[in-house]
């Protein structure tokens, strides 16, 4: 990624927070309903990760720290990492309003401070998180190097053909599935409110299932499970899923669902 890259969505992601914490569209972010005591997990990142009480817990690419502190809810030592300030600073902000314990740092997170290293037992990540990330060796070792020996990765992630899928009716694709070359793309509104009036470009970087897990092991991880899901609780992309009748969402096309999500879990060696 190009230091021009990195801005361009840096300034994406500052604007972002400052519309995902003030919209009514309580879908994908309810504030609101965090500070009420209710949870941002969902029940797929919540059974991936398992339990976290008194878990040393690092969430890389943390946005404005809603699900990092529902970890903290549920007794992970947190810590989130982000590398918009703007998100970082509202992150706090909850923190103190919520009355938890966290801290919250700028970075990176394909160039993690030193200071995190050997730290956590966990490192976690989801929902839209690698597509942003050029470098996939720097991020996955990074995430090693942060981890004590016989610590854990949980990736919760936006499956490669879901976010490359742009309608299913005609089927339109609007980004190749793997390769990790740049994607430029203008941004029309949010995921997380379709009313929403915004415009600016970001550069993305799709990655297949094969590189993710490649870079996994190249870091030194053991891979202990990949499994993909053919449903999310999220309408992780307005426009294209099919809600059932029990609140779940999912991709149909051509007769079958695709797979709209994936969890990714792996150990550093003891």
């Known amino acids: 990624m190009g230091e021009n890259d990195l801005e361009l969505n840096r300034s994406l992601w500052d604007q972002l927070t400052a519309l995902h914490t003030s919209t009514t569209d309580t879908s994908m972010y309810d504030v609101e309903g965090f ?27 943390c946005h404005f720290g809603l699900d990092t502190l529902s970890w903290a809810r549920e007794g992970a030592l947190v810590t989130g990492v982000d590398f918009s300030p703007a998100a970082v600073q509202y992150a706090r902000h909850l923190a103190a309003r919520a009355g938890l314990e966290a801290t919250f740092v700028e970075a990176d997170a394909q160039q993690l401070p030193a200071e995190l290293d050997g730290r956590f037992d966990v490192v976690f990540a989801s929902y ?22 016989g610590g854990r990765l949980v990736v919760v992630e ?40 915004f415009s600016q470009a970001s550069v993305g970087y799709p990655h297949g299932l094969g590189e993710v897990v490649t870079a996994s092991i ?40 695709l797979p709209v999500t994936y969890s990714l879990r792996a150990s550093k060696p003891s």
């Open 218 to 257: 190249r870091a030194g991880f053991h891979v202990d499970a990949l499994t993909e899901f053919l449903r999310d609780e999220k309408e992780n992309r307005l426009g294209i899923m099919v809600r059932d009748d029990d609140g779940w969402y999912r991709l149909p096309m051509g007769g079958q669902d």
């Open 35 to 61: 500070l009420a005591d209710e949870s941002a997990l969902t029940s797929i990142a919540r059974d991936e990760m398992g339990p976290v009480a008194g878990v040393d817990l690092l969430h890389l690419q």
């Open 128 to 149: 839209g998180a690698l597509c942003w990330i050029a470098d996939l060796d720097a991020w996955f070792s990074g995430a090693a190097r942060v981890l004590r020996p």
């Open 158 to 197: 936006v499956h490669p053909i879901f976010l490359m899928t742009d309608s299913t009716s005609p089927v339109e694709f609007g980004t190749a599935y793997l390769g990790g070359d740049a994607q430029r793309d203008q941004w029309e509104g949010t995921y997380a409110d379709g009313s929403a009036s």
